[in-house]
């Protein structure tokens, strides 16, 4: 085969990718009812790894919080087919904390049809643990 057509095989498997990427994550399904155009909150941890539904973000998912939610964005080149999130709190139905070798995490359950479970760093939801650990259900499995 030519260069030409693996340069065309690579830019359309890509594409295809990135419009995978919202279905195999969950991030389609909260964007219908969590997309925000709001600005940032002022406590952001940037370029973190996390994994939201089946996908693996290695640094390139930005994690905010505020009274008002918790707020998610990706690496600017995601953002057209992953927009800006903020999800309220009390869409937030079940936490499992687990420490592990490779760090702290929290597991959120999202309230979506079917349920989004994501796996976010503890660090950058520290001003929020004790809301967090409030939810926190002894029987959840992630």
């Known amino acids: 085969m030519s ?3 693996w340069i065309i095989l690579g830019i359309s498997s890509s594409i295809g990718f990135l419009f995978l990427l919202p279905v195999v ?5 909260m964007h219908k009812k ?3 155009s709001q600005s940032p909150p002022s406590i952001m941890s940037h370029m973190n790894n996390a994994r939201v539904g ?7 998912l930005n994690i905010g919080v505020s009274s008002q939610g918790l707020y ?3 690496f600017i080149l995601f953002r057209p087919f992953l927009p800006p999130l903020l999800i309220p709190w009390s869409e937030v ?5 687990k420490d592990g070798i490779l760090g702290h995490f929290y597991y959120l359950s ?3 049809k079917p349920i989004t479970v994501m796996r976010l760093p503890q660090a950058p939801l520290t001003s929020v643990s ?3 650990e409030a939810k926190v259900l002894d029987g959840f499995t992630s």
């Open 3 to 5: 260069i030409a057509v």
């Open 25 to 29: 994550s969950g991030w389609g399904r």
């Open 34 to 36: 969590y997309r925000t």
């Open 54 to 60: 089946w996908v693996g973000f290695r640094g390139t």
């Open 72 to 74: 998610l964005s990706t």
């Open 93 to 97: 139905i079940r936490v499992k904390k």
């Open 110 to 112: 999202i309230n979506t």
């Open 130 to 132: 004790s809301l967090l």
